[in-house]
């Protein structure tokens, strides 16, 4: 999928890689001048990880079309989505034979009024690169550990600390502070099939040619990945800024409506 705007160029792909299934979702839903951008990546190692990863995407949809646009508080709505999602997927598992405990990692990233909103879960990320270099990345939520074996050193592994579903509690999400958009700023949320098998840098250069279609891009990155022996689900959302629109210059958002947003996940 892709799609040119004149306020921005964007698109997504999702590849199943060597697995049996993809678990991975994601969404791009725009609303007037409002941009709503979700990924998700179900968790392997527990049951219907696909089904937790599509039940973040509907809880977003659903909200997203539901509230009037431009978003009022977009930090606050994030945290709502998120909320209602941990939820939806615990009574998921819940109605099943026997019971099930489905996961999943989210990225949730607004765009409107020029400026961008994100926050996340688990070890999916967001990158903001302007020209050419990275201005901004989530902060992975996992720990190192060590895998015991019975010979030579214990190898390491990471590990998460924080996803959707399992615990009761909705998990503490992270929001960063909003970011004015600057034409020519790209915006990308992947997966960790993605960001796990190309290099960092790689990653980053990929999205420097201003004159190349993001979709053209991402596809060629993306197919890196893919092509590794035991590639994961590879799934991505790329996002060039091109700049305003005619409507989209209003004053910019407080700090006061930052900090009410992080203390409220209802």
């Not at 299934?21 to 392997?44: E, P």
């Not at 615990?90 to 926050?119: D, H, K, M």
Request: glycine letters at 6%; charged letters at 20%.
């Amino acid at each position: 999928m892709n799609d040119t705007d004149h306020a921005f160029d964007i698109a997504k792909q999702s590849l199943i890689g060597s697995r049996p299934h993809n678990q991975d979702r994601c969404q791009v839903l725009r609303s007037d001048n409002t941009l709503l951008l979700s990924i998700a990546d179900g968790l392997g190692g527990h049951p219907r990880g696909d089904a937790a990863a599509q039940l973040l995407i509907d809880v977003a949809e659903h909200l997203f079309r539901k509230h009037e646009k431009p978003l009022h508080d977009p930090m606050r709505f994030m945290l709502q989505v998120v909320g209602k999602a941990h939820r939806s997927i615990l009574s998921f598992g819940r109605r099943q034979q026997p019971p099930i405990e489905p996961r999943t990692t989210a990225v949730l990233a607004i765009v409107q009024n020029n400026t961008l909103y994100w926050s996340h879960v688990g070890d999916s990320r967001l990158y903001l690169v302007r020209n050419g270099r990275l201005l901004a990345r989530t902060e992975d939520h996992t720990v190192i550990v060590a895998v015991p074996n019975d010979i030579g050193p214990m190898p390491r592994r990471t590990s998460l600390t924080r996803c959707l579903g399992g615990l009761e509690r909705p998990p503490t999400t992270t929001c960063a502070p909003p970011m004015a958009l600057q034409p020519g700023d790209v915006v990308l949320l992947c997966t960790d099939g993605l960001w796990g098998q190309v290099p960092g840098k790689h990653l980053i250069g990929a999205f420097r040619n201003a004159k190349t279609s993001v979709a053209e891009q991402l596809q060629q990155v993306a197919a890196i990945a893919h092509r590794e022996t035991h590639s994961d689900n590879v799934t991505a959302i790329a996002l060039r800024w091109n700049g305003y629109t005619e409507r989209s210059q209003p004053p910019p958002e407080t700090r006061r409506q930052y900090r009410r947003a992080l203390t409220n996940t209802d």
